[in-house]
């Protein structure tokens, strides 16, 4: 909490809380770029297309909320209840859901790119064919989503949870998932080229047909793990060896 500091006379009471946002919300103005709903109460809305841009969201409830195709670029949702809504197609780039509650939401086909998603928890939620790119998940719980045919490449996923996503044909090409858990996870023909896999849980994980080419699984616990069909050449292998270009299947 930040307060001005205030100049104070007898004719005069000066007082200005600047963190408070709350205090200027209008809980009842229209949908409009750079809206202030923060606090507000907006379960079970009907948003769909909304102009949404700049806004401040922090800690609004969106449980159930429809925002199919609404513009949220640049908005600020941390600590935001979106869980159970609707965000097919919506158009949300350099978008802060830091801490968020995302969980049974529907984001198919949304545009994320360049969001911070750090912290949030996006249980079984629907995220196929969506876009986000250079977008950071620490530390977050995407457990159980669906994520195919999305294209996350060059993102961070550091210490995130992943254990039984479904991401097939997902582009994860150069994204970053050190001390991560993709425990159970489906990733058939998905694209892992250069991504960072060091430290990482992937027991039971399927792998068949992806291509982890140029990909450092140092340190990585590959159990039960089924690269049938992988294509593993110049892999950093768990052992730190490096695989033989050309390899699949197997290290050789």
């Avoid at 006379?9 to 963190?19: D, G, H, N």
């Avoid at 582009?171 to 060091?198: C, M, P, R, W, Y």
Wanted: glycine share 6%.
């Amino acid at each position: 909490m930040k307060f001005k500091r205030c100049s104070f006379t007898l004719s005069t009471i000066c007082f200005s809380v600047l963190s408070f946002n709350s205090v200027y919300a209008g809980c009842d103005d229209p949908a409009k770029n750079r809206v202030n709903w923060e606090r507000c109460d907006k379960q079970n809305a009907l948003l769909s297309g909304v102009n949404l841009r700049d806004a401040v969201l922090k800690e609004t409830n969106f449980q159930k909320a429809n925002l199919q195709k609404a513009k949220l670029n640049r908005a600020d949702l941390e600590f935001a209840n979106l869980n159970q809504a609707k965000l097919e197609q919506a158009s949300a780039s350099k978008v802060r859901f830091v801490k968020a509650l995302i969980s049974d939401a529907f984001l198919n086909g949304a545009r994320l790119n360049n969001s911070k998603f750090d912290r949030a928890i996006i249980q079984r939620s629907q995220l196929t064919n969506t876009q986000v790119t250079q977008s950071t998940f620490y530390n977050t719980d995407l457990s159980s989503s669906d994520l195919s045919g999305g294209n996350f490449s060059d993102s961070n996923f550091e210490q995130a949870t992943l254990s039984d996503v479904v991401a097939t044909n997902t582009n994860f090409s150069h994204s970053i998932f050190s001390q991560a858990n993709l425990e159970s996870g489906v990733f058939e023909g998905a694209n892992f080229t250069k991504a960072k896999l060091d430290n990482t849980i992937l027991t039971d994980a399927n792998f068949q047909n992806a291509d982890l080419q140029g990909a450092d699984l140092h340190n990585a616990d590959i159990t039960g793990v089924d690269f049938s069909g992988a294509k593993l050449g110049n892999v950093i292998w768990v052992d730190r060896r490096r695989c033989r270009p050309g390899s699949i299947g197997s290290c050789l």
